[in-house]
């Protein structure tokens, strides 16, 4: 499938695959939208949101249901139950950290609580990968 202009953002809501990677998928396409809301309010008159936008809302009906909800969303912290065809549903945690001069470039670092569910389900994903065999 083609995304256009759409990029990661419109994989979200565009990608039948993202759909089964979250336990809770809407919550995560309200998330990116809210993001999204966010973004365009920093930079307004940018034509490269506004065709994002545009694209998505031509494609999605989800997109279109979150966008009217007008909820803007920093993507700060938190944490998405992500679903994995052998492990299960791993919980990570997420931080984001941003330059002060630039915030609009973002690290964003996941993690697990030390000894839980979800980290031996990321050993296990990690002990795959290094042994080459197929994780999915």
């Not at 309200?30 to 930079?43: E, K, S, T």
């Not at 997420?94 to 030390?114: C, M, S």
Request: proline share 7%; hydrophobic share 40%.
């Amino acid at each position: 499938m083609a995304y256009g202009s759409c990029g990661v953002r419109g994989l979200v809501f565009l990608d039948e695959g993202m759909r089964n990677l979250y336990a809770d998928w809407r919550g995560k396409a309200g998330d990116v939208a809210a993001y999204l809301r966010l973004d365009a309010a920093r930079h307004p008159g940018d034509p490269h949101t506004a065709e994002l936008v545009d694209e998505l809302a031509a494609a999605s009906p989800v997109f279109q249901e979150v966008w009217a909800e007008h909820r803007l969303k920093d993507k700060t912290h938190g944490r998405y139950v992500y679903r994995h065809p052998v492990v299960g549903e791993p919980d990570l945690s997420f931080e984001t950290l941003r330059l002060p001069d630039d915030p609009d470039q973002a690290l964003i670092a996941h993690t697990v609580e030390e000894d839980s569910p979800s980290h031996t389900a990321l050993r296990l994903l990690t002990a795959w990968s290094e042994e080459g065999a197929p994780v999915g």
